[in-house]
């Protein structure tokens, strides 16, 4: 598993032997590529929520792997999932 503040299309680490990665936020859409530092790439897939109970899948996938890398990014599962919403201190309440 890999901590990140946020997701990039540059990943300072390899994707092998990874199996979630766990980040704050997103700041790629559907279908960006992600490249590691092996220069493998991925392409991410996004998945909305199904139902109430659900929540926003991120998906790593690759053609050639065997395995996909799931992300949760927590902002938007902690909106989903407990109704929690974060803003910055600097905003007005």
Not at 15 to 35: K, M, N, P, R, Y
Not at 61 to 77: A, C, F, G, M
């Amino acid at each position: 598993m890999e901590f990140k503040y946020v997701l990039a299309p540059e990943f300072s680490h390899s994707f092998d032997h990874l199996s979630a990665i766990v980040c704050w936020d997103c700041a790629l859409g559907e279908e960006s590529e992600v490249t590691d530092i092996k220069n493998s790439r991925r392409r991410l897939r996004i998945t909305p929520p199904e139902n109430p109970t659900d929540y926003t899948k991120y998906m790593l996938v690759s053609p050639r792997e065997r395995h996909n890398i799931e992300v949760y990014v927590l902002k938007d599962y902690l909106r989903e999932r407990l109704g929690l919403e974060f803003r910055s201190r600097a905003s007005p309440p």
